[in-house]
T-cell receptor
């Protein structure tokens, strides 16, 4: 079984400041990791994913996340945030074994970017 | 192409009534998932379908919940005798690999 812990329920930050949203997971098998973003009154959108290869993955809008197997973490970072990044961010894990599998989500981190 | 669509977008029902929620996955995606998003429980897996395999129903919270997927495409989630604790946003996702693409959800309110 897998579980995901997002260490911060809310993260307030000023525009153009750096931000890190923390995610730790536990699993007895190899995993794939995801970050999803949910803008106000919208559905979930895939932000970035780690499946294999380079442990540093990037999104098209400047976010990056690093898979750290020894620390079982997949923290999300952005060096300079915009007002438009205000949203809820969900870390998710799925087993890499046996084909398609359900996603296990963390509780979410609400990022609030202030001017 | 078109993304995952769900209908209705909002549903208000009286306690004890049955409801049906519909999901149209992305064409060609063989896997379809239902999740529930509520304030108290976060995002929870409910059920998933993969091709012709038996569905994984391990996340359904009670026997009042059921789902079917017809012809490997459209899926319907049915909740019988709705209760107030069923109020939530019901999300559908489809996948052709490990990436799941979500629909906009159906907001269910049980009064």
């Amino acid at each position: 079984a897998q579980s995901v812990t997002q260490l911060d329920s809310q993260v307030p930050v000023f525009e153009e400041a750096p931000v890190e949203l923390r995610c730790n997971y536990s699993s007895s098998v190899s995993v794939y990791l995801f970050w999803y973003v949910q803008y106000p009154n919208q559905g979930l959108q895939l932000l970035l994913k780690y499946l294999s290869g380079s442990t540093l993955v990037e999104s098209i809008n400047g976010f990056e996340a690093e898979f750290n197997k020894s620390q079982t973490s997949f923290h999300l970072r952005k060096p300079s945030v915009h007002i438009s990044d205000t949203a809820e961010y969900f870390c998710a894990v799925t087993s890499s074994w046996g084909g398609y599998n359900k996603l296990i989500f963390g509780a979410g981190t609400r990022l609030a970017v202030h001017p | 192409g078109a993304g995952v669509s769900q209908s209705p977008s909002n549903k208000v029902t009286e306690k004890g009534k049955d409801v049906e929620l519909r999901c149209d996955p992305i064409s060609g995606h063989t896997a379809l998932y239902w999740y529930r998003q509520s304030l108290g429980q976060g995002l929870e897996f409910l059920i998933y379908f993969q091709g012709n395999s038996a569905p994984d129903k391990s996340g359904l919270p009670s026997d009042r919940f059921s789902a079917e997927r017809t012809g490997g495409s459209v899926s319907t989630l049915t909740i019988q005798r709705t209760q107030q604790e069923d109020s939530a946003v019901y999300l559908c996702a489809s996948s052709s690999n490990y990436e799941q693409y979500f629909g906009p959800g159906t907001r269910l309110t049980v009064t």
